[in-house]
């Protein structure tokens, strides 16, 4: 129940077009949802974060979709660049059950966006 | 505004020693959470610190500890290290427990 499951594994987008990640949640008790951006050699980066209460976040050219009916949330990528191209890992905690830090990931999608 | 900063960046054990990491979170943060990235099983929460007190501890072996100081810095230690334990260990800083945790560039451990 504590799984959050990516999709998919590997994705390849021209320059210029979108990207989209998707995660799907089955713990109720999740109310935080971050997305993390991650290159070679680095630690995760935080990227965007969205609470259960919007359907949707929007920060430059990325956008989080978020549907608490179907537990699904996802990172939308516009006018995707070269430079975009990393692994990118959805998540999530409970902050209402004190466990705000314990950051269930999910697998990752390795991005690669072709010049 | 300084990240998060992990020591050492780079490490190789042998098997059965014990090693110990250490994270120095953004200034003013109280909240320090400890991850295990390896390429089968991906990112797993180890256990997390504030105000010196662990608040959550993730589904590791007693091997694995950690504690954190009255500035926040932590550490955290690996007993009787094996094969498996080879990864890269993150931490991450939070202001509090209810804010977003930003993340150090780890200590990549290798075990022989």
């Known amino acids: 129940q504590q799984q959050v499951k990516q999709s998919p594994q590997s994705l390849i987008v021209q320059k210029g077009g979108i990207s989209i990640i998707n995660c799907a949640y089955e713990?109720?008790?999740?109310?935080?949802f971050p997305w993390y951006q991650q290159f070679p050699g680095k630690g995760p980066a935080l990227l965007i974060a969205i609470r259960p209460d919007v359907s949707e976040k929007k920060e430059g050219r990325f956008t989080i979709s978020f549907n608490k009916s179907a537990k699904q949330f996802s990172l939308h990528i516009m006018d995707s660049q070269p430079g975009d191209s990393a692994t990118y890992f959805c998540?999530?905690?409970?902050?209402?059950?004190?466990?705000?830090?314990?950051?269930?990931f999910g697998s990752g999608t390795q991005l690669t966006v072709l010049p | 505004k300084a990240g998060v900063t992990q020591t050492p960046r780079y490490l190789i054990k042998t098997r059965g020693q014990q090693v110990t990491l250490s994270c120095s979170p953004i200034s003013g943060h109280r909240s320090v959470s400890w991850y295990q990235q390896t390429p089968g099983q991906g990112l797993q929460f180890l256990f997390e610190y504030f105000s010196e007190t662990q608040r959550n501890k993730g589904n590791f072996p007693g091997r694995f500890s950690g504690r954190q100081f009255s500035n926040s810095r932590s550490e955290m230690n690996v007993s009787t290290l094996e094969l498996g334990d080879s990864a890269l260990y993150l931490c991450a800083s939070s202001l509090s427990t209810r804010t977003a945790a930003f993340f150090g560039q780890g200590t990549r451990l290798t075990v022989v």
């Open positions: 713990n109720t008790a999740f109310d935080y």
């Open positions: 998540a999530a905690s409970s902050m209402s059950s004190g466990s705000a830090r314990q950051l269930t």
